[in-house]
């Protein structure tokens, strides 16, 4: 199946501490970007055609690829000048690089690559900057054998607030993390049908539009996942992740378990 990937968007809480228009899935986790890490971790289960929705700050992840170094992330020998690869990150990989609007939203982004996707039935989606370890054949096979017109990974609410539960007289009668409140949010892992484009206006959002009038109609479908989930919203967040790549804490790159 083709993967759409969001990278074009400004991700304005990751500026502090970086370069100024470096886009947030070109962050670095280890010796590779996170869009790199949400590639190979589809690329793992055999999904190795991706489109990349562009943007802002798109010169950089073109760059990236153009001038790819498989040397960084695999083994290989070097004899007599020449090197011989003992392995290969995106030697299978297809990409296509679509410019899709410096601001265009989410589910616009998905609208400018549709043609892309023409006689796919079904493909995946993903805003190409959260890791993590779900089981994506089970997320899809569970799609298949539904009707759903779209799915979506929902992950407990991350954080550590506390919800405060009040009584009649303004005295507390409880305190819940959130994380253990009955409540889900959204995991930024998509399944699609050429479905959601009916209901995705011109300049709309994915979940906001397409989710959201799917759920009405009862065509959305939830993956629950309480695995391992990680987004990289803030500076904070992906130095973080950065440090657990150094300690070898890596529960994302299921691809190092072979």
């Known amino acids: 199946m ?7 968007g400004h991700g304005m809480r990751m500026r502090t501490g970086t370069s100024a228009d470096v886009p947030k899935p070109m962050q670095l986790v280890g010796p590779r970007p996170l869009i790199w890490h949400v590639m ?11 489109i990349l929705c562009l943007g802002y700050g798109a010169h950089h992840i073109k760059d990236f690829f153009l001038n790819y170094e498989e040397t960084t992330s695999n083994d290989f020998v070097l004899s007599g000048g020449k090197v011989e690869m003992l392995s290969t990150d995106i030697s299978e990989w297809k990409i296509s690089f679509v410019q899709t609007g410096i601001s265009s939203p989410i589910g616009e982004r998905l609208r ?12 995946l989606a993903n805003y190409a900057d ?5 089981p994506l054949p089970e997320i899809v096979g569970r799609f298949e054998n539904s009707d759903a017109g779209a799915a979506m990974m929902v992950v407990p609410p991350p954080g550590s607030f506390h919800c405060v539960e ?3 007289s303004g005295m507390v009668s409880g305190i819940t993390p959130v994380s253990d409140m009955p409540l889900w949010s959204n995991g930024g892992y998509f399944v699609l049908r050429q479905e959601v484009f009916d209901h995705i206006p011109a300049g709309g959002d994915l979940v906001a539009d397409g989710c959201v009038e799917l759920a009405k ?5 939830a993956y629950p996942h309480r ?12 130095v973080a992740l950065d440090e657990s790549y150094s300690r070898g804490e890596r529960p994302w790159a299921l691809w190092e378990r072979e």
């Open 40 to 50: 190979r971790y589809y690329a793992h289960f055999g999904h190795t055609e991706f």
């Open 166 to 168: 009040l009584g009649a």
């Open 130 to 134: 959260v890791l993590t370890d779900a």
């Open 227 to 238: 695995g391992y989930w990680k987004p990289t919203d803030t500076v904070k967040e992906r």
């Open 112 to 123: 400018r690559v549709r043609d892309f996707l023409e006689g796919d039935e079904m493909f």
């Open 217 to 221: 109609r009862g065509r959305l479908m």
């Open 2 to 8: 083709k993967v759409v990937l969001f990278c074009g």
